[in-house]
């Protein structure tokens, strides 16, 4: 089984339905844990419906050509995680659950470090992705189903909506209010200071929020490992839209999710 998309895990978005409706009796908290039970709590931060732009100006340096900008209106409020989701969090999951990742479960492994460069081997999957970590580093060689499986068992766990971030609720979050290229604070952040990317951090993940939090108190939105969303991959289609997720799958050569945030495998400007 080919698992190339070993570095990737995402931020958890928990449905709107439990903290929108003008019959609130009181704001909904700025941040929320969630108990993931044998002392192991995930953070999740509170990010405001609103209208933003996606994509980037024609003149942003390092822009692609698939930034094209559109106005996008996030109709209802959600929480995000705090941070990438660590290893101690999904071994939660995994011992409550038996789980095995794609990587466990073939035959070939998945793709993690051999000291220079990444390389498919049998014993490579979450466990042991070829570099040290420990419970707080950001949990690695996972699938976008892996992924999709955590939600589940997060959605049962916490008796809430749990899912992965569509690409507008990422960048809506990752950019907290700003429109700076970067996921910061707007006070003139050095990008090193934002993220861990190949310049920094070049033999592995490094443990989560240990750099700059965004203007909104979220952490490694640009760098450390990239987060899986829920859309398809491919062009925006233009104009104003609400809340919006692609999903046509047919789009480009090779079919694949969306991937955002950088990562310590990709130049600092990926975190873009």
């Excluded at 969090?89 to 479960?105: Q, S």
């Excluded at 990008?191 to 070049?202: E, F, I, Q, R, Y």
């Excluded at 490094?206 to 640009?222: E, S």
Aim: with cysteine; net charge neutral.
């Amino acid at each position: 089984m080919n698992l190339k998309l070993f570095p990737l895990w995402s931020v958890v978005v928990l449905g709107a339905f439990s903290i929108s409706g003008s019959a609130q009796a009181q704001s909904p908290e700025p941040v929320m844990p969630l108990n993931l039970g044998s002392g192991v709590s995930l953070e999740t931060v509170l990010v405001k419906a609103a209208t933003f732009r996606q994509g980037s100006p024609s003149a942003e340096a390092g822009r692609g050509d698939d930034e094209d900008e559109r106005d996008v209106t996030i109709s209802q409020d959600f929480y995000i995680g705090k941070y990438e989701v660590t290893v101690g969090e999904f071994r939660r999951f995994v011992d409550e659950t038996g789980y095995k990742t794609e990587a466990e479960k073939g035959t070939s492994g998945g793709f993690g470090w051999n000291g220079q460069a990444l390389e498919q081997r049998p014993q490579f999957n979450w466990r042991n992705p070829g570099f040290a970590q420990t419970d707080r580093h950001p949990v690695t060689i996972v699938t976008f189903d892996d992924a999709i499986a955590f939600t589940r068992w997060l959605s049962r766990k916490s008796g809430r909506i749990v899912t992965l971030p569509t690409e507008a609720q990422w960048e809506l979050a990752a950019r907290g209010g700003l429109a700076t290229a970067f996921p910061s604070t707007g006070k003139g952040a050095r990008v090193a200071d934002l993220g861990w990317s190949k310049a920094n951090a070049p033999d592995g993940t490094r443990p989560v929020g240990t750099k700059d939090p965004n203007a909104i108190g979220l952490f490694d939105m640009a760098g450390n490992v990239a987060e899986w969303c829920l859309d398809w991959y491919g062009t925006y289609p233009l104009g104003a839209i609400t809340d919006p997720v692609d999903t046509r799958s047919g789009q480009g050569d090779k079919p694949r999710r969306v991937l955002r945030g950088g990562s310590w495998l990709r130049d600092a400007k990926n975190g873009r």
